[in-house]
């Protein structure tokens, strides 16, 4: 199990390959953080969608499931004082970061113990201790934050990273190329990262965008570009390993085309599919569902055995069963926390 630098257990971030280290795939260990990570998020979600239709979690909540390779994958590298920033398909990335389930389904309850002291919701997950700076609801709306995070990691000397996930439909907004040009042109510690699931609410990648390579867009501004698959959690530490290493290293930034898929609907609004695509191409993805894909790969290499992937689904039922009691007894926030949080005090 990999260490924090304080020598405690981190379930979900194992540390990144050393050299001399197995090769993905071959660690057993790895594997198994890899599966529960991803499965916490399914099973943490499919409890989310229960949550939203018995009306226990209000406003919009757009789930993941389908994509959790990206976050564990890429997630599973980093070190605990990078950073993280995203949108608003943000619970499956803040479990992912080691927040803990209890604190994301509280903030989903909008409940006191929320990560955000249950005000953001589901569209805002946010969490210094673990440097989750969001869940951002405006569509390419935080990509200036992360090249934000990365000129101030480069100006104070770290050696830090940001990822900054995004879907495939902010490298049509403005924010995202004035991001990234800064970034190209300071070289800053950024790793881009589009989650591809090729739909932006109804609309596919094709009739949005002039080309569909959208990782080439990075060329306009200099910068390191790369896609993989991202139902396969090997191949997206791999690609995302070697941009967090350029970043860390060189302070270079990289856009990366993350190739998946969602499940389920946009949001709760259209949970199932849609008519914006059609059920024998939602069958064919279905097919490559990303903890099924690692199960098996884990399975033909004798590293678990069914009995064992039982028990660890019936434990990480449990604690997912955990964050829902947990979150239904904490209290509402006071009306006064109405007040709280809005200006930061710099007089003291
Ligand atoms: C600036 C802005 N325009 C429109 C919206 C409404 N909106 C919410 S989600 C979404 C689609 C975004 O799709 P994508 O970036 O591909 O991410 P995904 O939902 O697929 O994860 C849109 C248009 C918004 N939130 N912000």
Not at 6 to 23: C, H, L, S, V
Not at 228 to 253: H, L, N, S
Request: proline share 3%; hydrophobic share 40%.
């Amino acid at each position: 199990m990999a260490k924090t630098k304080k020598g405690e257990p981190r379930p979900a971030n194992a540390a990144a390959p050393q050299n001399g280290a197995p090769a993905d795939g071959d660690d057993a260990a790895l594997n198994r953080e890899l599966l529960r990570s991803m499965l916490l998020q399914r099973r943490f979600e499919e409890r989310c969608a229960e949550a939203y239709a018995i009306g226990k979690i209000g406003g919009f909540c757009h789930l993941y499931i389908g994509q959790e390779a990206v976050s564990t994958g890429s997630l599973s590298l980093l070190r605990d004082d990078d950073y993280v920033i995203t949108t608003y398909r943000d619970h499956g990335q803040a479990l992912a970061r080691g927040i803990t389930p209890r604190a994301v389904m509280a903030e989903l309850f909008g409940r006191i113990d929320g990560c955000a002291r249950g005000k953001g919701g589901s569209m805002h997950m946010f969490d210094r201790n673990t440097n989750f700076l969001g869940g951002h609801g405006i569509v390419g709306g935080h990509v200036p934050i992360a090249a934000g995070v990365g000129f101030a990691i480069k100006y104070r000397g770290g050696d830090q990273v940001i990822i900054c996930f995004m879907g495939e439909s902010v490298v049509n907004t403005g924010a995202f190329h004035e991001a990234l040009n800064m970034a190209g042109l300071w070289k800053l510690p950024c790793v881009f990262l589009i989650e591809n699931n090729r739909y932006g609410m109804g609309t596919a990648l094709e009739r949005a965008s002039a080309i569909h390579d959208i990782h080439e867009r990075g060329a306009a501004y200099n910068m390191h570009r790369d896609f993989c698959d991202g139902q396969d959690v090997f191949a997206v530490r791999k690609t995302v390993g070697e941009a967090i290493d350029r970043a860390r290293r060189e302070q270079q930034p990289t856009l990366i085309d993350v190739r998946t898929y969602r499940f389920m609907g946009h949001s709760m609004s259209d949970a199932v599919s849609g008519t914006y695509r059609s059920k024998a191409e939602l069958d064919e993805y279905l097919k490559r569902d990303p903890i099924a894909l690692l199960r098996a790969h884990m399975q033909d290499a004798g590293q678990i055995t069914d009995d064992e992937v039982h028990a660890l689904d019936e434990e990480i039922k449990g604690i997912v069963q955990d964050s829902w009691d947990f979150a239904d007894a904490s209290p509402e926030p006071p009306l006064e926390a109405l007040y709280e949080d809005v200006y930061v005090d710099t007089t003291s």
